[in-house]
């Protein structure tokens, strides 16, 4: 069953958010399975039972995704994120593992802990973001977009990275294996910060 309008709604089960918009609502989401062309400004998805929902066409601005795990069933790939635009959104410790990510935009969110372990991202760009302690493990990156982020203490494992340009971020103190990093594009004062992990000692 398909629900237009989020007006005067509580609660819903079992279905799909078509061409809603919702601002500064409270709305229990643990009935909902998509959402599609839509669009939700301020909400504070925290307490909202927002898991295991898939996506498309839909904008999400100065909304709080804090602790909020996407994929609560470990037992499948994960739920669809497809077109979708995060602007201006609070992620301390937002959880997309095992999570599939196509087209779709971070911009100037904070963060802590951002997981994206186990998640496939074609086409995504992160950009004017501050993502501290990042993880990306066993993470397939396809079309990976940064653009000048603060991704300081950036968790990198099993991850190949190769052809991602890093060259406007800050990435002091990424944590590393030496597959994941090669073909990556760094600047020169970058790729000696991450000569340490190396072992080499530059004078």
């Known amino acids: 069953m398909k629900r237009e309008c989020l007006n005067d709604l509580e609660k819903i089960e079992d279905e799909i958010l078509e061409s809603c918009k919702c601002v500064e609502k409270e709305f229990d989401f643990s009935g909902v399975s998509e959402c599609n062309h839509c669009y939700f400004e301020k909400i504070e998805f ?8 898939s996506c498309y066409d839909v904008v999400f601005k100065n909304c709080d995704f804090s602790n909020v795990i996407w994929n609560q069933d470990t037992t499948f790939t994960g739920p669809a994120i497809h077109s979708v635009t995060f602007d201006n959104c609070k992620m301390v410790g937002t959880d997309f ?5 196509k087209k779709v935009k ?10 994206f372990s ?7 760009t992160i950009d004017s973001c501050s993502f501290y302690n990042m ?5 397939t990156c396809k079309k990976l977009i940064l653009k000048e982020c603060e991704l300081e203490a950036l968790e990198i494992l099993h991850t190949s990275l190769y052809g991602v340009d890093f060259t406007t971020d ?3 103190g990424m944590k590393t294996d030496l597959e994941s ?3 990556a594009i760094v600047s020169s004062n ?7 992990l190396l072992g080499i000692v530059v004078k």
């Open 106 to 115: 971070f911009q100037n969110c904070v963060g802590r802990y951002v997981n």
């Open 181 to 183: 990093i090669r073909g």
């Open 135 to 139: 993880i990306l493990q066993d993470t």
């Open 190 to 196: 970058q790729a000696l910060s991450l000569s340490q």
């Open 97 to 101: 593992g095992m999570c599939s990510l």
């Open 170 to 172: 800050q990435i002091d």
């Open 118 to 124: 186990f998640a496939t991202l074609k086409e995504v």
């Open 46 to 53: 925290t307490d909202a039972h927002f898991e295991n929902i």
